[in-house]
């Protein structure tokens, strides 16, 4: 049985052998010739780029391009299977290496207090390590390409990473396309090369301020929305179609936070996006325009790993998803679904469909999703294609296991919850909604009962946001029982088609003209949106956050300030959209709203 263990854990004395032969896998299958299929840049390219020869046949003959033809799965129920095998890919492929070592793909403990307090491990920002004795450049620290990522006059050269490029992460920009970007990109990287904080400094003190959402005058992990809270939150969630991906989370009534979210963010976060600077009380600082200001080099970093067409190339990527499938089976062992996982089939955010994403080679438009769906290009030592059930049970179907980090425990207990249920509220007063929760309770044993509520849209405004007086224990007392209250903001129909790339969601509330932080989430996306079909079908987004850490300071949805906030491609500059609270916004509007859940155990 192959361990995973933590990567910090390498640097313990008694692991002095592991680590050494785990570095020197990694160099030698960076050092493979590409056409070698365990070479790392034959498996990393499974997951984006370069696209050449993948699509079996046509989806529309007049139209070819447009589609998405990487193999990974984002967006939809697939995406924690689909990357756990690949997860395994590149680990298969450092064991054909050093074959009589003790070889595996350790993960970067994430929400551990180390990483809390000082970001990546050193393992992963050193300039040289040493292999067999030898002192040599760290072999996790890029990687340079050996191949161009697109062909030269295709379509798709804003993708473009040229032979002997060497993937970057924040505070640098690897723009490679066109010219005139490339040129931007150089004097940015230059400049970055001057400064007096080293670009390793820049990127942990990016790493702290993202993984606790917060500045330093507070204690790590403070903020509701930290990505360790995301990790919380989504660990919670019983249903695993919610658990899974983005779509099924924030594409409902209620917002719910899914893997996929905390795994975005941290993309974004090595990739080039930064937290807003705050003043000593807290509070934002601001342009002379009213708008945020924000921390370290956000203006001109653009990083691979912010980008899903060439993430896999930094060899970060492999140890960030490793920690995800770690999430992911600390999820499987805690609703004890080990063995089977279940996708709700009825799925009415589509969740369960590739439209999140659309369809990657030999999947069709809009395809339903199961766990028998094959998971390409992954086949096992017969070359029968996998499906997600042939990687339910990481211990007795693949033959490793993870050390217990963070977030996890030797023993969870059966839980009590065996079912979900969700009430949508409706009318325009208290009353009203109190007379809907208390005939929504259901009498059957160990069901758990949750019902939500715009309260946005409640008209009468001397009611839009009642307070409540919850009890030491987080409960209210309404129609005669006690409920778990919990409050999110949802930031709904984001037009990603008006946005290059991937972007970042900020929500702030307003005291005595200031700006304080709610939290932030990131959206992983693609530069070029034209050329995909899927796109243009479906072309927004939603995110949440948890608020009932500042609910005191909402006196009403005006008191709310949401940015999007992304890259500009060519000149590197933050482009940032404002959103004003409007109640009577159009349905298809960009719009957020204040949704509260009223959660019961019987």
Request: proline share 7%; with cysteine; aromatic share 10%.
């Amino acid at each position: 049985m192959t361990v995973r263990t933590s990567l910090r854990d390498l640097d313990k004395p008694e692991n002095a052998r592991k680590k050494n032969d785990f570095l020197k896998a990694w160099k030698l299958i960076k050092e493979l010739p590409p056409s070698n299929p365990n070479s790392f840049w034959s498996v990393a390219s499974y997951h984006g780029m370069p696209y050449k020869n993948r699509r079996v046949e046509p989806l529309h003959p007049e139209k070819d391009e447009l589609v998405w033809d990487g193999y990974c799965q984002h967006a939809n129920v697939l995406f924690p299977t689909w990357h756990r095998f690949f997860c395994l890919r590149i680990e298969q492929a450092l064991q054909t290496v050093v074959p009589s070592g003790q070889v595996a793909l350790h993960y970067w403990d994430e929400t551990s207090a180390e990483s809390l307090q000082h970001g990546l491990p050193d393992i992963l920002t050193q300039p040289t390590v040493t292999i067999d004795g030898a002192t040599v450049p760290n072999p996790l620290l890029g990687f340079t390409i050996p191949r161009p990522t697109a062909e030269p006059g295709g379509d798709d050269l804003i993708y473009l990473k040229p032979a002997g490029y060497t993937t970057v992460r924040y505070p640098f920009s690897g723009i490679q396309y066109p010219p005139e970007a490339k040129a931007v990109a150089d004097a940015h990287n230059k400049m970055v090369d001057g400064l007096n904080q080293t670009p390793t400094q820049l990127l942990q003190e990016n790493c702290y301020y993202w993984l606790n959402v917060q500045r330093a005058i507070n204690p790590p992990g403070s903020n509701t929305n930290s990505i360790l809270e995301e990790f919380k939150e989504c660990l919670n969630v019983p249903n695993y179609t919610v658990f899974s991906n983005t779509t099924s989370a924030t594409g409902s009534s209620a917002t719910y936070q899914a893997l996929e979210q905390p795994h975005n963010d941290i993309h974004l976060m090595v990739g080039g996006f930064t937290t807003p600077m705050t003043n000593e009380d807290g509070s934002v600082k601001l342009d002379d325009a009213g708008d945020p200001m924000y921390a370290g080099l956000m203006k001109g970093a653009n990083g691979d790993m912010g980008e899903n067409e060439t993430a896999s190339f930094d060899p970060i990527f492999f140890f960030h998803h490793c920690n995800i499938d770690r999430m992911f089976w600390v999820w499987q062992k805690k609703w004890h679904q080990t063995d089977n996982i279940t996708i709700n089939p009825n799925d009415p955010t589509r969740g369960n469909t590739n439209i999140g994403q659309g369809p990657t080679p030999n999947q069709t438009p809009g395809q339903e999703l199961t766990t028998e769906t094959i998971l390409y290009p992954f086949q096992d030592e017969l070359g029968v294609p996998r499906t997600s059930m042939d990687c339910m049970n990481i211990e007795s179907q693949l033959g490793y296991t993870y050390a217990i980090g963070s977030l996890d425990q030797a023993q969870w207990p059966t839980p009590a919850v065996k079912q979900h249920h969700i009430v949508s509220l409706k009318g325009n007063n208290w009353g009203e909604i109190e007379t809907d929760l208390a005939e929504s309770v259901s009498t059957e044993e160990g069901v758990r009962t949750k019902a939500f509520v715009n309260r946005s849209q409640i008209t009468d405004a001397t009611m839009a946001i009642p307070l409540f007086a919850e009890g030491d224990d987080g409960t209210v007392e309404l129609a005669g029982a006690k409920w778990k209250v919990n409050n999110h903001i949802k930031v709904s129909n984001i037009e990603k088609g008006s946005i290059a790339g991937s972007f970042a969601v900020y929500a702030y509330y307003k005291k005595d003209d200031k700006l304080y932080p709610i939290g932030q989430r990131a959206v992983l996306d693609r530069w070029d949106r034209e050329r995909c079909e899927n796109c243009q079908r479906n072309p927004r987004a939603a995110v949440g956050f948890s608020v009932d850490h500042c609910m005191e300071h909402i006196a009403d949805m005006n008191t709310v300030v949401v940015y999007l906030v992304s890259h500009d491609a060519k000149s590197g500059d933050i482009k940032a959209a404002k959103l004003n609270y409007e109640a009577e916004s159009a349905e298809k509007d960009a719009r957020f709203d204040l949704i509260t859940s009223f959660e019961q155990s019987i």
